[in-house]
């Protein structure tokens, strides 16, 4: 299984929110960076970056501490937040962004999503709070089932699926396995879980029912699970 380091960008600041809301909003530095070389001097490979203003204002923002993420460190990343057009896609993926990830966009043009998997390697974001998809920064709730969603995405040529359980996001509760489980079945691809991970019982769950990447943010912020000990473990999906 995939650990992926989050970093969220406010104000080009590296941030974390609780269950997304921007008012909770606490700056752990002004230099994501410098987190991002910490993350790959400890053994990570991807980095999960969300451009939080980029959500909110529908069009790409922190372009500067996106830059210097990709050019400072060898990290694949993978970013999401206000990509809604082929122009911002093109534009991070000539930058060195590895994945672009597609959540509103997405959301409100499936086809369209699937079109730009055939030129780039693209991501979907189900950001979910009650099984319902929200869009715009998680301030709207577009009423799209997340599971139906997912399995619009079944043959195409997306890479993969990252879904967040908005309710556990940043309350270090424990991941919701069982719904990142549910949507890996819909998807049968690639399945990214993320929201509420807060210990290494978590990561072996999840690895156990099949879920193939784990995003962890605050529970590294908040020293809770330690980064270096996150990546000299394996974690390994148990079969029957």
């Known amino acids: 299984m995939v650990i992926f380091p989050a970093i969220d960008l406010k104000d ?8 997304g809301l921007m008012d909770s909003a606490k700056i752990y530095g002004d230099n994501p960076s410098e987190i991002a070389r910490g993350f790959e001097e400890a053994g990570a490979e991807w980095l999960h970056i969300v451009d939080l203003d980029g959500a909110l204002a529908a069009k790409p923002k922190n372009r500067s ?6 050019k400072q460190t060898n990290l694949k990343v993978q970013l999401g937040g206000g990509i809604r057009d082929e122009d911002a896609i093109k534009s991070y993926i000539d930058l060195g962004v590895s ?7 997405a959301a409100q043009n499936p086809v369209w999503a699937l079109t730009m998997s055939e030129k780039y390697p693209i991501a979907i974001g189900i950001d979910a709070l009650d099984g319902k998809v929200a869009v715009n ?22 890479e993969a699926i990252v879904t967040t359980d908005i309710g556990r996001d940043g309350m270090l509760s424990g991941v919701n396995t069982a719904f990142a489980k549910r949507v890996k ?5 690639f399945t990214i879980a993320s929201g509420g991970v807060k210990a290494k019982s978590d990561l072996d769950d999840l690895s156990a029912n099949g879920i193939d990447g784990a995003i962890v943010g605050k529970a590294i912020y908040e020293g809770v699970i330690d980064v270096k000990e996150l990546f000299n473990q394996v974690w390994i999906t148990l079969s029957d």
């Open 65 to 70: 501490a996106i830059t210097m993420i990709v």
């Open 99 to 105: 994945r672009a990830i597609l959540g509103s966009a």
């Open 12 to 19: 080009n600041k590296a941030v974390r929110l609780t269950q």
């Open 137 to 158: 920064g998680w301030a709207e709730n577009a009423q799209i089932d997340a599971l139906s969603f997912a399995a619009q995405f079944r043959n195409g040529r997306i």
């Open 185 to 189: 079945e819909a998807f049968g691809g």
